[in-house]
């Protein structure tokens, strides 16, 4: 379907003054290039200049069948015939040929000119390229220069070459050398003579040959790489890409296939329609195979099929042969700012085609995709594609249609359309049409810039032979193209005429003003929309284009040598002044489609919030435009609800005014009152009545019923009018664990910022709820948020952040790290919480006096802990429950009540299975050994470590009295040699040294006690000293043998 909107699209006309009847004409660089029916002259015209003057004319050395300008290298190639003979030839520096007596320098491909030639100075030359058959089509790449000329089954690629005039005649003057000796001091002079010039020469390498058998070109166009043929019904575009792998070029070639249709010449053989994208494409019926001849180029070059497309014509339908060509084959690049300007490779490049009734636009970068099929009204002749707009003439009129091309590029360009933050308009948006410009007798078009050049003659035929010609033609059994129809000398007249569009911006605005009969009748309809993404793409096409893209269109000749340092400060604040406008322009289209998507369906509503994003209004601007007339029974559009709902779940730092937060709370109390519990927790609604909002809430309890996130909601409204004993009844409804889920529903009742989901390195902001729990009810605000980080609603480092602003971080983060223990399942989350308990551990041994009275220091008063150490041995796992020796070690009520608790939960931790005892050594330094609750800290780890013979003898030397225990809990299974290796020679030396020593000698009994268990009469008899007594070891003897009897 293609729309139609009576916009106009030019600005102005003027006719060209040419003195003959233009036969050819082509654009470029400025300029108009005229080739009279018939003869052998150019006439360049500038469209820059008012009036079109003429810039120069040369001849021709045949009748020009083609002719075609290249923006890279400002040169003209031509396809000529003279006696009989067909010509390809490029001219270089023609711009020189302002007089028309200028010199002229013709050459041979690969000859550069050289001797007198270059010391007469710059001049225009011709540059015959010869060819082993006739050229059909040629075609100029835009952003190398390159040539490639179209014969009967074969293309031939000419790479551009630049060659420096003082290197060519340093090369004349070695040639001259090494030929004629004598010749040195007259070629001396000469180079000094023309050393002040420094004009590079272009001239062309023939690098590569398509072969394509079953092609017949008819046109052909070359684009960075890409390469696209068009036969009758038939389009094919390939990728030749240079590698530097030295491979054989594959060839591919199907005999059997070619066969079979030479067998069948005498019919008329009618071929499927066929599309095939991307590497579909090769399996099309059409081989190409690769011949290379380039010199210069060292490695090999790869081809690979892009797009085929096949059409079959239609009988029904009562068109001819001609009507069922296609025409028009066109690769258009496209640039964008975001590429530096050292980079030749575009960032699109699209590929057109059309019937006479039906154009073809696709995408060939980033995948293929037929972008836009433009239906014509009547039978088209010729389109040219640009930037914003798609040019067609039909024999009477010129018609614009709107092209995607910005909307593919838009998406390249910026990774974050089509997400919330950025829209555009689809790429397969149906195009629209244009108001058309009447004509008479239009032949062909060609676009510059702005400026479209249009070829009118007089019809000399009369409608009958125009039928007669037409029915013969249709009756013909083969497929032909017919040649070029030679004006009657007898016409009735022709013109030149240059139209100019109108800017984009123009444009635009005429859009917008067309769009406002649309807003007055029916805000919803689709044409509005439309309307308003089609002045959306216009925009963002200009907005995209490259410096140099824009200067071309505002009428700067692309040759101009001037850079951007050169052009004047005037100029260059003309364009920025210029981007300004087109930015803005672009904002207030994004407001207009806001409203449109805010107001629209259920389907498209979400692109309302993209939209007002770019746009930069403020909420509270976009509230104003959404609020429904008095008289209108319209509510709030679906759009605008899902763009409110995004702003205030986006916690940003802006906050609403009393008035817009009242005003929200009143828009979704009427649309969707379920969202009101969200909304009222939003940061931005800080500001809101809370009276009139506890209103509302109460309203909704009543008709929706209780709910544990409205309770907490209503109880924050309460707090925030200060009636503390209606808060406390409101949150006393439901249990702490129901409240924590509550939480867990709503977490923005609790913490601000974090944008809602948790986001790692986000500031976030206790709210008065918070503070006010942390006042009153401490261990639901530990438990909520543990249940928040659990649930991946807060991180580890937010919940710290929280409780440093609430001035209670020596208090309640321990209590949260603590409960953090019991609810963790995270291995990376726990041991980070060990090592942070453990060094809160040990701060406060080391900053609370071990007796019975506290210090006062400089931190402030602690409160009773949630957990004391007994509730996390019992239900946590990662605390253990104490050694039995440490209570000799640290017996109860010999230290501070908070210096007790915070050597428990420490030595529980030492004990238990999940500290990293290697990590807590060098945290452990700060601790003296002097003290025996320090001396079992150290103790602790040492025989976590396995250091069990330095323990006993630490043991022995401090407590003696905790070896039995210490050695009952630890030395066994492995470890019970270590009674008797270590444990009992140690005590016998001891207690020889101190015989009274009541504590070792019933040390030494326990542990003989041991041994004599574990060990058989001949052992027991060897570990008794040389100098026992042997009435004190024989009863433990008697009893090992009993035993060892009895086993």
């Known amino acids: 379907m293609v729309h139609v909107y009576n916009c106009h699209p030019f600005s102005s006309q003027q006719i060209v003054q040419v003195e003959q009847e233009p036969g050819l004409v082509c654009c470029g660089g400025g300029a108009l290039f005229v080739v009279a029916t018939g003869g052998c002259k150019v006439e360049a015209y500038s469209v820059e200049q008012e009036g079109c003057p003429l810039i120069c004319r040369f001849a021709t050395m045949g009748t020009v069948k083609s002719i075609r300008h290249s923006k890279t290298g400002d040169y003209l190639v031509t396809i000529e015939e003279k006696n009989g003979a067909t010509y390809l030839r490029a001219y270089t520096n023609w711009r020189y040929q302002a007089e028309e007596k200028a010199r002229v320098g013709v050459r041979l491909l690969g000859h550069l000119l050289r001797g007198a030639s270059v010391r007469g100075g710059v001049q225009m030359e011709i540059i015959e390229i010869p060819l082993s058959e006739r050229p059909v089509a040629v075609a100029c790449c835009s952003i190398t220069g390159d040539l490639l000329v179209g014969c009967e089954n074969t293309l031939v690629l000419f790479t551009l070459r630049r060659q420096n005039q003082q290197s060519l005649q340093t090369q004349s003057q070695q040639i001259l050398q090494s030929t004629w000796p004598n010749s040195q001091q007259s070629s001396s ?99 190409v195979s690769i011949e290379k001849t380039g010199l210069e180029d060292k490695g090999q070059y790869t081809l690979s099929y892009v797009l085929f497309r096949r059409f079959t014509p239609d009988f029904f339908q009562g068109c001819s042969v001609e009507e069922t060509q296609l025409h028009s084959l066109q690769l258009y690049p496209l640039f964008t700012r975001a590429q530096s300007a050292s980079v030749e490779e575009p960032a699109c490049v699209f590929c057109f085609f059309s019937l006479p009734t039906v154009g073809y636009l696709y995408s060939l970068k980033g995948g293929v995709e037929l972008l836009s099929a433009y239906q014509y009204p009547e039978k088209v002749l010729e389109a040219v594609l640009t930037d914003h707009l798609l040019h067609v003439i039909t024999k009477s009129a010129l018609q614009c249609f709107t092209v995607r091309c910005a909307a593919v590029a838009a998406r390249i360009e910026d990774p974050y359309i089509d997400t919330t933050m950025k829209a555009c308009p689809p790429c397969s948006l149906e195009v629209c049409a244009l108001r058309m410009q009447l004509f008479i007798g239009l032949r062909s078009v060609c676009v510059y810039g702005r400026h479209v050049i249009l070829l009118s003659t007089a019809d000399t035929e009369t409608p009958e032979e125009t039928e007669r010609n037409a029915q013969r033609r249709g009756l013909s059994r083969k497929w032909t193209i017919s040649s070029p129809r030679e004006t009657s000398t007898v016409g009735h007249g ?186 009222c927790a939003s940061p931005p609604m800080i500001n809101v009545s809370p009276a ?163 210090v006062r220091t400089h931190t402030p008063p602690r409160h009773r802990p949630l957990k004391s150490a007994d509730d996390l ?28 608790e915070a050597l428990h939960k420490l030595q529980s931790l030492l004990c238990g299975p999940s500290l990293s005892v290697d990590s807590v050594v060098p945290l452990l330094e700060r601790l003296s050994e002097e003290t025996l609750w320090g001396f079992s800290l150290h103790l602790l780890c040492a025989t976590r470590r396995g250091q069990y013979d330095s323990s006993i003898e630490k043991l022995l030397d401090r407590c003696p009295q905790a070896i039995i225990a210490y050695a009952n809990h630890h030395l066994q299974d492995k470890h019970m040699a270590l009674w008797w290796q270590k444990l009992l020679p140690e005590l016998c030396n001891r207690t020889r040294e101190a015989a009274d020593n009541s504590i070792l000698l019933a040390a030494l009994r326990e542990t003989l006690v041991v041994v004599s268990m574990e060990t058989s009469p001949t052992e027991f008899l060897e570990l008794i000293p040389d100098d026992g007594t042997a009435s004190y070891f024989l009863p433990h003897l008697l009893a090992c043998s009993q035993r060892h009897l009895l086993a």
């Not at 702490?736 to 709503?746: C, H, N, P, T």
Request: hydrophobic residues 35%.
């Open 873 to 900: 041995i019992n239900s946590c796992s990662h605390y253990g429950a104490l050694y039995p020796w440490l209570t000799v070690l640290s017996p109860a009520h010999t230290t501070s009540s908070q210096h007790q």
């Open 692 to 854: 009139r909002t506890l209103r509302i809430l109460q309203h909704l309890e009543d008709t929706a019923g209780v709910s544990v996130p409205l309770t907490i909601t209503m109880a924050t409204m309460t707090l925030l009018l200060g009636d503390l004993p209606q808060y406390t009844q409101l949150m006393e409804r439901h249990a702490e664990m129901v409240l924590v889920y509550g939480f867990i529903e709503e977490s923005r009742l609790l913490l601000h910022g974090g944008g809602g989901g948790g986001r790692q390195h986000t500031h976030v902001r206790p709210t008065a709820l918070t503070r006010q729990l942390a006042k009153t009810q401490p261990g639901l605000l530990v438990a909520a948020m543990v249940a928040l980080h659990e649930n991946s609603k807060v991180q580890l480092e937010q919940a710290d952040h929280v409780f440093e602003e609430l001035c209670c971080e020596n208090c309640f983060q321990v209590d949260f790290w603590e409960a953090m223990l019991m609810a963790s399942s995270q291995e990376a989350v726990i041991q980070e919480l060990l090592f942070r308990v453990v060094s809160v551990y040990i701060d406060r041994l080391t900053n609370t006096n071990s007796d019975t009275h506290p």
């Open 494 to 679: 022709w013109n030149l005429y240059v139209v100019d569009t109108v800017s984009p911006l123009t444009l635009y605005q005429e859009m917008v003003e067309y769009s406002q009969r649309y807003t007055e009748t029916n805000p919803q309809a689709q044409s509005l929309r439309h309307l308003l993404s089609e002045a959306h793409l216009l925009l963002r096409a200009s907005i995209l284009q490259t410096p140099e893209q824009q200067r071309s269109i505002q009428g700067e000749p692309a040759a101009s040598l001037q850079t951007d340092a050169d052009k004047p400060a005037e100029e260059q604040t003309a364009v920025e002044t210029d981007n300004q406008e087109l930015e803005e322009a672009l904002r207030q289209n994004c407001a207009q489609l806001g409203d449109s998507f805010s107001r629209g369906s259920q389907k498209d509503c979400h692109l309302a919030l993209p939209y007002y994003r770019m746009s930069g209004l403020s909420v509270t601007e976009v509230m104003a435009r959404n609020r429904p007339l008095p008289s209108s029974p319209h509510t709030y559009g679906p759009g605008f609800l899902f763009y409110l709902k995004h702003y205030l779940l986006e916690e940003t730092e802006q906050s609403l005014s009393q008035e817009a937060a009242d005003e929200v709370i009143d828009i979704f109390s009427q649309s969707e009152p379920s969202q009101l519990v969200s909304v």
């Open 189 to 287: 002079q000469g180079q000094t003579s023309s050393s002040s010039q420094n004009v590079s020469a272009l001239d062309f390498e023939r690098s590569v040959i398509l072969h394509l058998p079953r092609i017949n070109p008819k046109q052909v166009a070359l684009c960075g790489g890409y390469v696209a043929v068009q036969a009758e019904l038939e389009v094919l575009v390939l990728k030749l890409d240079a590698s530097s792998e030295t491979k054989p070029p594959e060839e591919s070639s199907d005999t059997n296939k070619a066969d079979h249709l030479e067998d069948h010449s005498d019919f008329l053989v009618l071929q499927r329609h066929q599309e095939l994208l991307g590497d579909r494409a090769k399996d099309c019926d059409i081989p």
